[in-house]
């Protein structure tokens, strides 16, 4: 019975102001973000990435003669296919990604292997090399094995 005089009366309404939109009413209630870019350093801290792998000796050794093998017989254009490693410009580490295409030239003032398509892969960077012309120059120069 406290409330029998203002229960059937109707909602009061300004004369001076609209009513706000359902929009609007309900922007009030929006999440609010008190540190402006927290998630976004938060998925960039949990983003993995690769360490650079060390070439042992033997290894280099041979990336060494691949390369040999692909400047003497770069007018044949090989095809090859290069794995390498690409520093992560906001973090330690990278990731390897992989390359195909056809052996162009070697530039020595980079240090890079240059494919047709224009290509360019730091030696330093690279972690393996493979392509049918070692094994075909490999096969003649070891038959037997």
């Keep these: 019975m406290r409330y029998d005089k203002i229960i059937n009366m109707p909602h009061p309404s300004s004369k001076k102001h609209?009513?706000?939109?359902?929009?609007?009413r309900a922007a009030q209630f929006a999440p609010f973000a008190a540190l402006s870019g927290y998630d976004e350093a938060v998925t960039?801290?949990?983003?993995?990435?690769?360490?650079?792998l060390e070439l042992?000796?033997?290894r280099a050794a041979e990336l060494d003669m691949k390369t040999q093998i692909l400047?003497?017989?770069?007018?044949?254009?090989?095809?090859?296919?290069?794995?390498?490693?690409?520093?992560d410009r906001k973090k330690s580490g990278g990731a390897y990604h992989r390359l195909k295409g056809n052996f162009r030239w070697f530039d020595s003032g980079?240090?890079?292997?240059?494919?047709?398509?224009?290509?360019?892969?730091?030696v330093r960077d690279i972690y393996r090399i493979e392509g049918r012309?070692?094994?075909?120059?490999?096969?003649?120069?070891?038959?037997?094995?």
């Design 18 to 24: 609209y009513p706000m939109s359902v929009y609007n």
């Design 133 to 145: 012309i070692f094994s075909d120059i490999l096969g003649k120069l070891c038959p037997d094995s």
């Design 110 to 122: 980079a240090g890079a292997i240059v494919l047709s398509g224009g290509e360019s892969v730091p």
């Design 44 to 52: 960039e801290t949990a983003r993995l990435t690769d360490s650079r």
């Design 71 to 87: 400047i003497e017989h770069a007018s044949e254009l090989p095809e090859i296919d290069i794995e390498y490693f690409v520093a």
């Design 56 to 58: 042992d000796d033997d």
